[in-house]
């Protein structure tokens, strides 16, 4: 079974960063994404790195977040920058067992989840 390790959450200023980590127990061959959930809304894609590190980012994060893997560690991290009120969420690291050239944004796609971790952008 899939284990993971969430870290990098907390409060923040509007225009600050923050880099979530997520250390997966599973083989490295796993595709990793991060998904949030804010307050009263449905959970969303933020951004996945395929088995080959390829990433995907959902429009309102792009330019923004950077996602990337460091195989040897087996962590993935999203770095997230110019943090604004709307990035205010919990957000759930996910891993799925695949091959695909490309990473889905799809919570369905995902076997294995964990337990999430908050970021607070206020000023």
């Known amino acids: 079974q899939v284990q993971f390790v969430e870290s990098g959450g907390g409060l923040e200023q509007p225009g600050g960063s923050l880099r979530l980590s997520c250390a997966v127990s599973?083989?490295?061959?796993?595709?990793v994404a991060w998904f949030r959930q804010a307050p009263g809304k449905e959970r969303e894609g933020v951004s996945c790195i395929s088995h080959n590190d390829i990433p995907a980012y959902t429009n309102s994060v792009q330019g923004r977040f950077a996602i990337s893997r460091d195989h040897a560690r087996r962590t993935v991290y999203l770095q997230m920058n110019n943090l604004t009120l709307e990035d205010t969420a919990v957000y759930y690291c996910?891993?799925?067992?695949?091959?695909?050239?490309?990473?889905?944004?799809?919570?369905?796609?995902?076997?294995?989840w964990g337990q999430g971790i908050r970021v607070t952008v206020s000023a």
């Open positions: 996910a891993a799925v067992s695949s091959f695909k050239l490309y990473c889905p944004l799809i919570a369905t796609e995902y076997d294995d």
């Open positions: 599973g083989p490295d061959y796993y595709t």
